[in-house]
């Protein structure tokens, strides 16, 4: 499986998202799309050099996680409260198997930055993560 899928997962089985749809909070991987107002979007950044364990290589790949709330004058507090929702279940993707692959740990590179108002006046919040997981 790979990252996008394994995060998205992730969000989906502790409860922050749904599977991607038009409903709110899905979580889509690659792309954000223009429904729902309130969605949750992941992307590949790249990643780092892989690290040496045990005699095995650790993958170092680096995701972003962008929250959009709705078009209200609650939206920015609920989409502040669901990306730190999703800090959570994804800090918590460590030293153990998920999706059959093994992560030692997945940590936040920053707090939550306001990426501003998209052109419809939703609010978009970012996090960046670095995880070190197994290849096997």
Same mark, same amino acid.
């Given at each position: 499986m790979a990252l996008l899928e394994e995060i998205a997962a992730r969000l989906i089985s502790q409860g922050v998202? &749904?599977?991607g749809s038009t409903a709110s909070w899905s979580v889509f991987k690659g792309? *954000? /799309? *223009?429904? /729902?107002? =309130?969605? &949750?979007? &992941?992307? *590949?950044t790249g990643g780092n050099?892989? =690290?040496? !364990?045990?005699?095995?290589?650790l993958d170092v790949p680096t995701f972003q996680l962008r929250v959009r709330g709705a078009n209200t004058s609650t939206g920015y507090p609920a989409a502040r409260t669901k990306i730190a929702a999703a800090r959570t279940a994804i800090e918590g993707m460590t030293a153990g198997l998920f999706s059959n692959r093994y992560?030692? =740990?997945?940590?936040?590179n920053h707090e939550a930055l306001s990426?501003? !108002?998209d052109a419809t006046h939703r609010p978009r919040l970012v996090i960046n993560f670095t995880a070190l997981r197994s290849r096997n």
């Open positions: 998202g &749904i599977q792309w *954000e /799309p *223009e429904i /729902p107002d =309130q969605c &949750i979007s &992941i992307y *590949e050099p892989n =690290q040496p !364990h045990d005699g095995d290589l992560y030692c =740990q997945v940590t936040a990426l501003g !108002h």
